[in-house]
């Protein structure tokens, strides 16, 4: 069974900061290092957008409302990948998911093998 849990969600006022965590559990923890992680988030009504990603060697891509504010890193030792982010916007309020391409250097959309069950980040103006 494989398990990736998310933590951190909540509510934080705009400009306030979170960082979420995504543990890994299950037989990906013996795959941890070989697989790319992605965050991405979901807000009602809307399609699920790629939020940053990391690949094995932790090489970080972010999208444009991203860079600059979220900072996505991980913990091979912990099985753990986060995503710091600061300087928070209403629109920033969404459900946060990770997700895990095992098996690929670099993180990509189309190959992805496990989503987490996502948790909620709330931005008041």
């Known amino acids: 069974q494989v398990l990736l849990v998310e933590s951190g969600g909540g509510l934080v006022q705009a400009g306030g900061s979170l960082r979420l965590s995504c543990a890994v559990s299950?037989?990906?923890?013996?795959?941890?290092?070989?697989?790319?992680m992605g965050w991405y988030r979901q807000a009602p009504g809307m399609q699920r957008d790629l939020v940053a990603s990391?690949?094995?060697?932790?090489?970080?891509n972010y999208s444009d409302f991203a860079k600059g504010r979220f900072t996505i890193s991980r913990d091979n030792a912990k099985n753990t990948v986060y995503l710091q982010m600061n300087s928070l916007k209403p629109e920033d309020t969404a459900i946060y998911y990770c997700?895990?391409?095992?098996?690929?250097?670099?993180?990509?959309?189309?190959?992805?093998?496990?989503w987490g069950q996502g948790t909620q980040v709330t931005v008041s103006p």
């Open positions: 997700a895990a391409d095992v098996g690929s250097t670099l993180f990509k959309d189309s190959s992805i093998d496990y």
């Open positions: 299950g037989v990906l923890e013996t795959l941890f290092r070989i697989t790319s």
């Open positions: 990391i690949s094995t060697g932790s090489s970080a």
